[in-house]
C-alpha cells in the first residue's frame, strides 16, 4: 500500500512527537508514546543481541585461528625436525601473519565486548524508564479519565440542580399565590363581617340590618294588634288615622297594579 | 487493521476489505498528484463511507495507534497535499 492513507500514516509516526499535541485523546497519546518507547527498547534490545552475536562469532573465529596457529608452529617444529628448514620457515611465517589476524580480531573482540556493556546497560536504563513512564501514563490515563468522569457528573449536576431550582420555583409561586389567596378570603371575611363589603349572595346579612328587620317586624305585630282592638271596640280616632293608612295601602295596591298592566 | 478517520476516530477494518480500500486509495491519491479536484472530493468521500461501512468503529476509550489514517471528510486537495510532502502539515 503506498496511497494517501499509508503516507499520512508514515509520516503521522514520523512526526508522532509532534502529533502528540494534535492527537484527540491525550490518553491515545500515551499509549502511542509508551508503544513508541517500546519499540525504542526493542531496537536497543536488538542491537544488544547483534552484539552479542558479532562478539561470539569473533570468539569462534579467534578459536580457529589460534588452532590454525598451533597447528602451524607444530608443522614448522615437525619441519625442522626433519631438517627441512624451508618448510619450517613457511610454517613460521604463516603463523606469523595469522597471529596479526588474532591480534586483530582480540582488538575488535575488545571493542565488542565494550559495546555490548554499554548497550545492556543503555537497555536496562531504557527499561526501567519506559516501565517508570508505563506506570505514569496509567496513571495519567486514569486521571484523565476520572476527570472526564468528573465533568460529566458535574454537568449532570448542574442539569439536576437547575430542574430542581425549576421545581423549587414552581413551589415557591404555588406558595405565594395560596397565602395571597389565603390573605385574600380573610380580608374578605373581614370586610363582609363589617359591612363593608356587600354580600352579592343576599343570603348573609349584617347585624345591623338584621336588629332594623327585627325592630320594623315587632312594630309592625304591634301596629295590627292596636287596630284589631279598634276594630272590636267600635272605631276611634285611631281608626281613622288607621284606616287613612289603610286607604293609602290600597291606593298602591291600585297603583301597582295600574303600572304591571 | 485500525484506520483513523481524522476528526472522526478509529474504525476496525478487516485485511479482507483492504484491496478494494487501496484501489481508492491509489485513485485518490493519483487525483491528489493530478489536482483534480472533484475526483478527489468524489473518490475521498468514497474512500470514507468504505472505510465507515467496512470498519467497526471503536469506542472512544480504546487505546490503540492507528495503522492507517485518512484525512478528514472536509479536508481540501490542497491541504492532503500538504500533509504528504516530507514534512507533513507537522514541521520538524
Not at chain 2, 487501496?22 to 491519491?29: G, S, V, W
Request: proline content about 2%; cysteine-free; charged content about 30%.
Amino acid at each position: 500500500m503506498s496511497g494517501v492513507m499509508k503516507r499520512m500514516g508514515m509520516i503521522f509516526r514520523a512526526k508522532a512527537n509532534k502529533a502528540l499535541d494534535r492527537a484527540e485523546d491525550p490518553r491515545e497519546t500515551l499509549d502511542y508514546s509508551y508503544q513508541k518507547q517500546l519499540e525504542l527498547l526493542q531496537k536497543v534490545r536488538r542491537g544488544v543481541a547483534d552484539v552479542a552475536t558479532s562478539r561470539k562469532r569473533l570468539e569462534l573465529q579467534l578459536n580457529q585461528l589460534q588452532g590454525q596457529s598451533t597447528k602451524l608452529e607444530d608443522q614448522g617444529r615437525k619441519a625442522l625436525a626433519l631438517g627441512r628448514e624451508d618448510l619450517a620457515r613457511e610454517a613460521l611465517s604463516r603463523r606469523a601473519a595469522l597471529q596479526q589476524q588474532v591480534t586483530d580480531l582480540e582488538t575488535q573482540h575488545q571493542t565488542l565486548q565494550g559495546e555490548e556493556e554499554k548497550l545492556t546497560l543503555a537497555a536496562q536504563r531504557l527499561q526501567a524508564k519506559v516501565d517508570a513512564f508505563r506506570t505514569r501514563k496509567e496513571t495519567i490515563k486514569a486521571t484523565y479519565t476520572a476527570a472526564q468522569a468528573q465533568t460529566r457528573i458535574g454537568e449532570a449536576f448542574s442539569g439536576i440542580s437547575e430542574e430542581m431550582g425549576d421545581v423549587g420555583m414552581a413551589i415557591q409561586r404555588a406558595e405565594d399565590k395560596t397565602a395571597q389567596l389565603q390573605a385574600r378570603a380573610g380580608a374578605i371575611d373581614e370586610l363582609l363581617a363589617s359591612g363593608a363589603l356587600d354580600d352579592q349572595s343576599g343570603m348573609a346579612k349584617d347585624d345591623i340590618a338584621a336588629e332594623l328587620d327585627r325592630i320594623s317586624g315587632g312594630t309592625d305585630v304591634e301596629l295590627e294588634l292596636q287596630r284589631m282592638k279598634a276594630e272590636l271596640a267600635g272605631g276611634s280616632p285611631q281608626q281613622a288615622i288607621e284606616g287613612g293608612t289603610t286607604d293609602e295601602s290600597q291606593q298602591s295596591r291600585t297603583q301597582h297594579k295600574f303600572d304591571k298592566q | 487493521m485500525i484506520v483513523r478517520i481524522m476528526g472522526e476516530g478509529q474504525v476496525l477494518v478487516a485485511e479482507s476489505h483492504l484491496p478494494g480500500l487501496n484501489r481508492l486509495d491509489d485513485e485518490l491519491l493519483a487525483e491528489i498528484e493530478g489536482g483534480d479536484h472533484e475526483g478527489f472530493r468524489r473518490t475521498l468521500g468514497a474512500l470514507l463511507d468504505a472505510v465507515r461501512s467496512a470498519g467497526e468503529p471503536l469506542p472512544d476509550d480504546a487505546l490503540q495507534p492507528s495503522e492507517l489514517i485518512l484525512p478528514a471528510a472536509d479536508a481540501t486537495l490542497e491541504e492532503v497535499k500538504a500533509m504528504l510532502k516530507d514534512d507533513g502539515l507537522i514541521p520538524g
